[in-house]
């Protein structure tokens, strides 16, 4: 299958930094990622739909200047966590598929990036 | 909108033994695709089985298959001869197929514990 890799695996940070996390598929071309996020014991979340080339498209209560993505290129996405609060860590993990929906859709998804805001 | 329910927040399996996660999903696009993936206790998101809702066939997978229900909009997920290692959180999801690249869209998934 198509692979999708993201880094850092974890970061802690203190309050009031910004972290950025950094998705990149290695094998295939994405116009369009996905980012969740994941509390503990809770499900995944979307936040985020990014469109290379363009704006990303936000869910209803995340914070666009918050939550800033970039997706400048057909294989790369960033996700930086401008003003890291305790209340913004979190499993942070991105997705994406080679095509818009080949075969059975599958969407391909990273490894994960554990933020922890001290 | 898209729903995905799974009612069982935990689930205990003898190993050997079957066991069935339950999901139950809720759209009104006659275009989709189910799934369930599993998710250890590392983080990572580990694709199992997909369902479209056309096939006609129950989807399997090795050891996994998926009851399709269309009717009752019902998606279940059986894991036959459990093994210690299949220990970990299972979430079904949904995808929606139209002309755009949709997101997937997760229930709230189920732990699964299997006993030695």
């Known amino acids: 299958g198509a692979v999708v890799s993201q880094h850092p695996s974890w970061v802690i940070c203190k309050s009031g930094t910004s972290v950025k996390i950094e998705c990149r598929s290695l094998?295939?071309?994405?116009?369009?990622m996905f980012w969740y996020r994941q509390f503990p014991k809770q499900s995944l979340m979307l936040m985020a739909t990014?469109?290379?080339?363009?704006?990303?498209?936000?869910e209803q209560g995340v914070e666009k200047d918050k939550f800033l993505i970039n997706h400048a290129s057909l294989t790369l996405s960033t996700l930086t966590v401008t003003s890291a609060h305790p209340e913004d860590s979190s499993f942070y993990i991105c997705?994406?598929?080679?095509?818009?929906?080949?075969?059975?859709?599958?969407?391909?998804f990273g490894e994960g990036s554990r933020l922890t805001v001290l | 909108a898209q729903k995905i329910t799974q009612t069982q927040p935990g689930m205990f399996v003898q190993e050997k033994e079957a066991v069935t996660l339950d999901c139950t999903y809720d759209?009104?696009?006659?275009?989709?695709?189910l799934f369930w993936y599993k998710q250890p206790s590392s983080g990572e998101m580990i694709f199992l089985i997909y369902?479209?809702?056309?096939?006609?066939q129950n989807a399997t997978e090795g050891r996994y298959s998926l009851n399709f229900q269309k009717a009752r909009k019902s998606a279940n997920l059986v894991i036959s001869a459990s093994q210690l290692g299949d220990s970990a959180m299972y979430f079904c999801a949904m995808r929606i197929r139209n002309s755009g690249n949709t997101p997937l869209v997760f229930g709230k998934g189920t732990r699964l514990s299997v006993i030695a």
């Open positions: 990014s469109n290379e080339g363009s704006k990303a498209t936000y």
């Open positions: 369902q479209g809702s056309y096939d006609q």
């Open positions: 094998d295939f071309q994405a116009t369009t």
């Open positions: 997705s994406a598929s080679p095509e818009e929906f080949p075969g059975t859709g599958e969407l391909f």
């Open positions: 759209t009104s696009d006659p275009s989709y695709g």
